[in-house]
């Protein structure tokens, strides 16, 4: 499985960005994908996660109300819609999947990484 995230950029305060997750290799809707973060000088944490089915979702206090995350697997892409931005979502956000039926939470429980994409929260 490999995973592609993009979508990061500049954003203010208050705004809005969605960032996307592409998968390709070998698919699934069996694949749990998860959203972590990890901002300069932090510990990569969770933000979000969601079912292969895309039917159970779960999310980080931090960020409940704020984000959502979908995923169309026709296309194979996981999305994380992020409105209400702070200028502490600032992070390179990553995208992670491993075949379950559960939503794991911690990121040793993920076996495929994307390479992260960058986003800037401005004050």
């Known amino acids: 499985v490999q995973l592609q995230a993009s979508g990061g950029g500049l954003v203010q305060a208050g705004g809005s960005l969605r960032v996307s997750c592409a998968q390709s290799?070998?698919?699934?809707?069996?694949?749990?994908l998860g959203w972590f973060r990890q901002a300069p000088g932090k510990e990569r944490e969770f933000v979000a996660a969601?079912?292969?089915?895309?039917?159970?979702?779960n999310y980080a206090d931090s960020v409940k109300g704020r984000f959502a995350t979908s995923r169309d697997n026709a296309k194979n892409t996981v999305y994380l819609q992020m409105i209400s931005l702070k200028p502490e979502d600032t992070a390179v956000y990553y995208c992670?999947?491993?075949?379950?039926?559960?939503?794991?939470?911690?990121?040793?429980?993920?076996?495929?990484w994307g390479q992260g994409t960058l986003v800037t929260v401005s004050s």
């Open positions: 290799g070998r698919t699934s809707s069996t694949y749990t």
């Open positions: 969601i079912a292969g089915n895309g039917h159970t979702t």
């Open positions: 992670a999947a491993r075949s379950a039926y559960w939503l794991p939470l911690d990121s040793y429980e993920y076996d495929y």
